[in-house]
């Protein structure tokens, strides 16, 4: 095995994949980048320095690859894990950056296995990381520092079998600025839904209640502070980037939703009772603790 990864495929060079080269670049020192994506996304990226080479061709970015960063949409993740089973280099490292794991470490599991070119081992991550940007213009090399990194696996020992692999990559977790933090495909879904998945639908939801009160004066809109835009931050995502998700974690955006309703019609029922008292400390709570971390 490589002392490092001198030799890096970032697939997928948008908002994620672009920040992770970045990063990476600097953590780094000498690595050579390949880059598969969108001929005119690989352009840009090769023009601002993100990737050294740019490849048409998915089997030729990861040639030679030591790591392979997957940073693609659920969907298309999923469509292209048994082409990176085939081509993946035995000694490589592949680990995605999917928002919801479930379905791509199934998926991993059973072509990994089938196609394991003697050796190319799947790990899962999800970098809790990200902007109401999108695309490569959004990246930015600190984009992880602070940010907690989901790997789907039991601890470090126990995952990685001592696999130096696995030590290498966390190394380069570390030294971009994420803390790790192990846990089971099914408990990051359930946390997702919550934490991330369930912020965006309420975003969406505000900005389309406010939509809707929104008349031809431009009242209540124009009146707004930063209070709402900090509120609706998450709202300028895209629905390109959260279709799959929303799609591979519907079961658990349900319940949260469901959740989500029934405190919605407490607060409803505490409006002219003077009962919102503990509603507030426990927010007011949650919030400190956030600011904390």
Known sequence: MPASFARVAVVGTGLIGGSFAMAARAALPGVRIAGWDKPEVLERARAMGVVDEAHAELGNALASADLIFLALPVGLTLERIPEIARHAPPAALVTDAASTKRAVCAAAEKHFSKHSNGGALFLGG???AGSEGSGLAAAEAGLFRGAKYALIGASPPAASGGDPRIRHFLGVIEAI????IWMDAATHDRAAAVVSHLPQLLAVALAGVTHEATDQTGMP??????GLRDALRLAGSPYSVWRDIVLTNSDNLEDALDRIAQVVEHLRESLRRRELEQDFAVANEVYKILRDL
């Not at 809109?221 to 930063?226: C, P, V």
């Open 126 to 128: 999800h970098p809790m």
């Open 177 to 180: 600025g994420a803390a790790p």
């Open 221 to 226: 809109l124009t009146l707004a502070g930063r």
